[in-house]
């Protein structure tokens, strides 16, 4: 079998290289067209974990109480706020906001129904309500509201009077969440039950549908937030004014991503070229190995379009990554074949390719393999970004390595035999230097290494698993100043929304414990209200004349009495005090920002009413308040068919002291055993509880990762190597590597996210990359005289020199993407640099002491 493989490939490759790279180039170029179709996927699905059932929960509730996305726009003008000049423009602004598509309202000042300026009777609340810009409005008593109204207070104006939040709701796709529930319903039954074909038909046609439909909604968003900041660089000009919200931040994640592919991916390969130039100072020693990096990429980037398998933000590295691994591989052959030359100097061209692709077939065949086994290894995470990149590196790999050893000796075949490079060799001095220090100061490395591994080792246990949004961005960048400002001064960026729903009483129904008036009551106790003599004498006809009585003049109630009656608990005094309570232990914590939920109005009311509304009192504030305040006070908040109380809270990014793990529970945990409500009867939605889940599953994903990494690795090694004991010499280095790495990120306080938890995964994919070809390597100069000494320096002098060259040219090239303003790019390319150095400096260090000291290939016969 291997004999005929061999043959096979010799007749292709060697004996007919220019057909082969013409096939080569057509696939390439059918692959590329549909690069433009790659897409880059942020939505809510590429931040959650696989089988997340908190997404269908959030999904439920934006349906339920139709709240939609939406983005805050601060503004501050120069000249003072209540100004005509400034509310004028302010209002331009907003007409203009308004006339886009994803538009669906816009809340502010100038719309905001003022019930304090002057004070608004209960009896009143019918009428239209007063807005700021109407000719008698008093400004003064106006902006004071704002500052203190229960319901606009943090919410639209800052403190100082001078800075305001226009709230521009965006339009609910409801088709987005019909598609879901479709598919996920087929899903569910096919897991369950089984599908008929028909049903098969129709989930591949859902799905279909639904990608197509989510990709057009992301362009879509995209293309929203470019036209709000258009319609906002016009008032620029004449007043500070900032963009906030989830929608814009997904947008600009995916526009610095794409933007660090472009500038920082043109700026690596820039810089790769000018290494390979001063390393090998051969024209054709700089583009081949690049024309085959950058086939293995565009045909990788091609299959993904043609599939339509999205890139998110983990998984576009694999870019990257693949570019490293790929060009590893291209300058071992380069070395091997330079060295081949000066070792058969009268050799022919087929000779000498030949003899390069036998001897580096095998250590880079396993090398590839155990790099593989090291990225599959991520697909034992929940996160469903995770998964895909290790699937998408696997795939890679597989690619890479066959690309390599195609390409590579076919264009060698059609070229000139190389001459030999004649000039002074000081890669190998400086190699071979490290030799040197292994040889004479082998246990100050030892030592050494065990200090490192300690602090190393310390340091992970110092890592953390919480970050922020903003901590994504430069505080340079708008994006970073805008929440910043939003949370100082209008109530916190990120939504959280907590649900209460109801705890039925033993031997009675939801509903039976939740209404308090039934319909039939309400009317009979709205034609005589005071017919009963229990009611004659108590205090509740007083306080119905002061605060309802007139209500029921003129055409108040008569306009009002279609509605429905509330038939819920939390509708109720007592179920509005709960709200209440939780509402205000949420609002004194540090990290939230404006609270809003039923709370609001029941204080609002209280305030009117100079006292606290009973229950019937309640029922007749719902029968009376018009359509519009029900929308705007008690719909988001309250959903009758689901016996439902929502808190709306906004969450600060920009607190360093946020925790959303730490911040839920506290919330619960004050619900559960202060309150007294029952666990089940609390529950957390929106991005904050999506991108917290999460985050709590990084930990355990990467204990798995590593877990699977290692003993997928030692598997290998014990196979390639067939000794348990080289095993695990091999495998030290790189346990040691990727120690150092989390360890530093644990000492700086660089917290693991979605992209550096991949950290791992990548030093150990390279540190394998050099362990295996060194040990290879060592093995063959051993077997000559087995002299150990002697086998590390002729080690040092060949492979390590191409492990030098891998190493100084990836690492130059991904330190530019230090200067990216978007932070974990810029994380990427400084930690994996780092991840470089450390697999260099452990293959060339420890590695070779450790061979030297426990002699794992036999007894040493070095003359001493």
């Given at each position: 079998m291997a004999q005929s493989l061999k043959h096979c490939y010799e007749r292709l490759v060697l004996d007919h290289p220019l057909p082969v790279l013409i096939v080569v180039a057509i696939v390439a170029v059918v692959l590329a067209v549909a690069i433009p179709k790659a897409r880059l996927d942020a939505s809510a699905d590429s931040l959650t974990l696989e089988n997340d059932n908190s997404i269908d929960y959030f999904r439920d509730t934006v349906t339920r109480y139709g709240t939609s996305d939406y983005l805050v726009v601060t503004y501050t003008p120069k000249e003072d706020l209540f100004s005509d000049v400034a509310l004028h423009r302010l209002q331009a602004m907003s007409s203009e906001l308004l006339t886009l598509e994803q538009v669906e309202s816009i809340t502010s000042i100038l719309n905001l129904p003022l019930l304090n300026s002057p004070k608004v009777a209960l009896s009143e609340l019918s009428q239209e309500p007063r807005t700021l810009l109407m000719p008698d409005t008093d400004r003064a008593l106006a902006e004071r509201e704002f500052i203190e109204s229960p319901i606009y207070r943090n919410m639209v104006l800052s403190d100082d009077g001078q800075t305001t939040g226009m709230l521009v709701n965006l339009k609910l796709d409801r088709h987005y969440f019909e598609l879901v529930e479709r598919r996920d319903d087929l899903r569910y039954k096919r897991k369950h039950e089984g599908l008929t074909d028909t049903e098969m038909l129709e989930l591949e046609r859902v799905s279909e549908e639904?990608?197509?439909?989510?990709?057009?909604?992301?362009?879509?968003?995209?293309?929203?937030?470019?036209?709000?900041?258009?319609?906002?660089?016009?008032?620029?000009?004449?007043?500070?004014?900032?963009?906030?919200?989830?929608?814009?931040?997904?947008?600009?994640?995916?526009?610095?991503?794409?933007?660090?592919?472009?500038?920082?991916?043109?700026?690596?390969?820039?810089?790769?070229?000018?290494?390979?130039?001063?390393?090998?100072?051969?024209?054709?020693?700089?583009?081949?190995?690049?024309?085959?990096?950058?086939?293995?990429?565009?045909?990788?980037?091609?299959?993904?379009?043609?599939?339509?398998?999205?890139?998110?933000?983990?998984?576009?590295?694999?870019?990257?990554?693949?570019?490293?691994?790929?060009?590893?591989?291209?300058?071992?052959?380069?070395?091997?074949?330079?060295?081949?030359?000066?070792?058969?100097?009268?050799?022919?061209?087929?000779?000498?390719?030949?003899?390069?692709?036998?001897?580096?077939?095998?250590?880079?065949?396993?090398?590839?393999?155990?790099?593989?086994?090291?990225?599959?290894?991520?697909?034992?995470?929940?996160?469903?970004?995770?998964?895909?990149?290790?699937?998408?590196?696997?795939?890679?790999?597989?690619?890479?390595?066959?690309?390599?050893?195609?390409?590579?000796?076919?264009?060698?075949?059609?070229?000139?035999?190389?001459?030999?490079?004649?000039?002074?060799?000081y890669t190998k001095m400086m190699t071979r230097r490290l030799a040197w220090l292994t040889e004479h100061y082998g246990n100050t490395i030892l030592f050494l290494y065990l200090v490192t591994a300690l602090l190393s080792f310390y340091g992970i246990t110092q890592l953390k698993v919480e970050n922020r949004f903003i901590d994504y961005f430069d505080e340079s960048t708008e994006i970073y100043q805008g929440m910043e400002l939003i949370d100082k001064k209008l109530g916190g960026t990120t939504p959280l929304d907590i649900i209460l729903d109801v705890r039925p009483q033993s031997g009675e129904t939801a509903a039976e414990q939740t209404a308090p008036v039934a319909d039939e009551d309400f009317d009979d106790f709205a034609d005589d209200p005071f017919a009963e003599d229990e009611f004659a004498d108590d205090e509740f006809g007083d306080e119905f004349d002061d605060g309802f009585g007139d209500t029921f003049e003129g055409d108040a109630f008569g306009e009002s009495e279609t509605s429905e009656a509330p038939t819920s608990y939390w509708f109720t005094q007592s179920g509005l005090q709960e709200i209440s309570q939780l509402h205000n232990f949420?609002?004194?914590?540090?990290?939230?920002?404006?609270?809003?939920?039923?709370?609001?109005?029941?204080?609002?009311?209280?305030?009117?009413?100079?006292?606290?509304?009973?229950?019937?009192?309640?029922?007749?504030?719902?029968?009376?308040?018009?359509?519009?305040?029900?929308?705007?006070?008690?719909?988001?908040?309250?959903?009758?068919?689901?016996?439902?109380?929502?808190?709306?809270?906004?969450?600060?990014?920009?607190?360093?002291?946020?925790?959303?793990?730490?911040?839920?529970?506290?919330?619960?945990?004050?619900?559960?055993?202060?309150?007294?409500?029952?666990?089940?009867?609390?529950?957390?939605?929106?991005?904050?509880?999506?991108?917290?889940?999460?985050?709590?599953?990084?930990?355990?994903?990467?204990?798995?990762?590593?877990?699977?990494?290692?003993?997928?690795?030692?598997?290998?090694?014990?196979?390639?190597?067939?000794?348990?004991?080289?095993?695990?010499?091999?495998?030290?280095?790189?346990?040691?590597?990727?120690?150092?790495?989390?360890?530093?990120?644990?000492?700086?306080?660089?917290?693991?996210?979605?992209?550096?938890?991949?950290?791992?995964?990548?030093?150990?994919?390279?540190?394998?990359?050099?362990?295996?070809?060194?040990?290879?390597?060592f093995k063959r100069e051993y077997a000559i005289d087995h002299d150990y000494l002697a086998a590390m320096y002729r080690s040092h002098g060949s492979i390590g020199k191409a492990m030098y060259y891998t190493t100084i040219t990836i690492m130059v090239g991904f330190s530019i993407l230090g200067f990216s303003n978007f932070t974990p790019s810029l994380y990427f390319g400084l930690l994996t640099s780092m991840a470089m150095f450390a697999a260099l400096v452990g293959a060339l260090l420890l590695l070779p002491k450790l061979m030297l000291v426990l002699k794992p290939l036999g007894k040493n016969n070095r003359q001493q």
């Open positions: 639904f990608l197509a439909h989510r990709t057009f909604l992301q362009e879509q968003s995209a293309q929203n937030i470019v036209q709000v900041r258009a319609i906002l660089d016009k008032y620029r000009s004449d007043a500070q004014i900032h963009l906030g919200g989830i929608t814009m931040i997904t947008a600009d994640m995916i526009a610095f991503i794409q933007s660090d592919l472009v500038i920082f991916g043109s700026g690596i390969l820039l810089f790769i070229i000018c290494m390979l130039i001063i390393i090998f100072r051969q024209l054709r020693w700089v583009l081949l190995p690049l024309t085959t990096c950058c086939l293995s990429v565009v045909m990788m980037l091609g299959y993904l379009a043609w599939v339509d398998w999205r890139l998110t933000v983990i998984s576009s590295n694999f870019v990257a990554l693949l570019l490293i691994i790929t060009l590893s591989m291209t300058v071992h052959l380069v070395v091997r074949y330079r060295e081949l030359l000066r070792e058969k100097p009268d050799a022919p061209q087929r000779e000498v390719v030949w003899d390069m692709v036998r001897f580096m077939s095998k250590p880079c065949l396993y090398t590839i393999l155990t790099t593989m086994v090291a990225f599959i290894s991520l697909v034992v995470s929940d996160i469903r970004p995770v998964i895909d990149f290790g699937w998408m590196m696997t795939m890679g790999l597989a690619l890479a390595f066959t690309i390599v050893f195609i390409v590579m000796p076919a264009s060698m075949m059609l070229m000139q035999r190389a001459k030999p490079d004649t000039g002074k060799d949420v609002d004194e914590l540090s990290v939230t920002g404006k609270v809003n939920s039923l709370a609001m109005t029941y204080e609002l009311a209280t305030q009117m009413n100079e006292g606290e509304l009973n229950d019937f009192e309640l029922v007749f504030l719902y029968q009376l308040l018009p359509d519009d305040i029900k929308a705007a006070l008690i719909e988001p908040y309250l959903s009758l068919e689901a016996n439902q109380a929502r808190i709306s809270v906004r969450v600060k990014e920009s607190d360093g002291s946020l925790r959303r793990g730490e911040l839920i529970e506290t919330i619960r945990n004050y619900a559960v055993d202060d309150m007294g409500l029952a666990e089940e009867q609390i529950n957390f939605t929106s991005m904050v509880v999506l991108y917290n889940n999460m985050l709590e599953s990084l930990f355990r994903s990467q204990i798995l990762t590593l877990g699977a990494v290692f003993v997928g690795i030692l598997l290998m090694f014990m196979t390639l190597f067939r000794s348990f004991y080289i095993a695990i010499i091999a495998i030290v280095p790189n346990i040691l590597a990727a120690a150092l790495v989390l360890g530093i990120m644990g000492l700086a306080g660089i917290p693991l996210d979605m992209m550096t938890i991949t950290i791992a995964a990548i030093v150990i994919g390279i540190g394998v990359d050099h362990s295996i070809h060194y040990i290879h390597r």
